[in-house]
């Protein structure tokens, strides 16, 4: 079964480097979304990008965070000058829009096993 | 402000009992309420609710939408050790984006 795949599964960065979080989504997909969990709260939504272009952002998603589909497999989230405040679990998911009405599924977003950011 | 409000927060319970988890949410422009479990890292799909009054069942896993009231109910029979996890609720919004408003999660123990 096709999965999305997330690279690095942790990342220990100190504070104002920049990082890079690489996503590849299901490869027919055409929604990739970028979400966070820190730790013990619930996830948030941080932005979502559709045709080469950002559709939808969060407040979260400030001039720090920029994401790029590079060569039309890969989907990263850079963050630019990471802040201790950065530190939880990113994921990434992405979603079709070709919807199943045979097998009587809708589509939904797939996630990612994703990518624990910690910023010392 | 949109939100999803999930309770109880945490649940233990014994292998055998049956559970039900709750998801109130107000937002604005609704599409769908998923229903995801959280074990290690990812959230894996169980359900999408969209039109009230029918029943998603998967195994003994089922659940169930109420768009008048704002609600749904997750509901384990039998539940085993390895229902153990964070079961999250989200809500799909409008718009070409379709962005997942998720709740806190309720956090099920299930002890043999």
């Known amino acids: 079964e096709p999965e999305v795949t997330q690279t690095p599964s942790h990342q220990v960065t100190q504070m104002g480097q920049e990082v890079i979080l690489r996503c590849v989504p299901i490869?027919?997909?055409?929604?990739f979304y970028w979400y966070r969990q820190i730790l013990g709260q619930k996830v948030e939504f941080l932005v979502s990008f559709y045709n080469n272009e950002i559709s939808e952002k969060s407040e979260i998603f400030d001039d720090q965070f920029s994401v790029e589909r590079p060569d039309g497999s890969n989907f990263t989230l850079k963050i630019r000058s990471t802040k201790l405040e950065d530190s939880a679990m990113y994921f990434c998911?992405?979603?079709?829009?070709?919807?199943?009405?045979?097998?009587?599924?809708?589509?939904?977003?797939?996630f990612g096993p994703g990518t624990r950011l910690t910023v010392t | 402000e949109d939100k999803v409000v999930q309770s109880p927060l945490s649940l233990v319970v014994h292998e055998g009992d049956t559970v039900t988890l709750n998801c109130s949410y107000e937002v604005t422009n609704f599409r769908s309420l998923l229903w995801y479990k959280q074990e290690k890292k990812a959230p894996t799909f169980l359900f999408m609710l969209t039109s009230s009054g029918i029943e998603k069942k998967s195994g003994r896993l089922s659940s169930i939408l109420d768009k008048k009231e704002l609600f749904s109910i997750l509901n384990i029979t039998a539940t085993q050790t390895g229902d153990s996890a964070i079961y999250l609720c989200?809500?799909?919004?409008?718009?070409?984006?379709?962005?997942?408003?998720f709740g806190t999660g309720t956090l099920l123990a299930v002890q043999p």
């Open positions: 490869s027919n997909h055409l929604y």
């Open positions: 998911a992405s979603k079709t829009t070709t919807r199943n009405e045979r097998q009587g599924t809708t589509y939904e977003q797939y």
């Open positions: 989200a809500v799909k919004s409008g718009g070409a984006t379709n962005k997942l408003i």
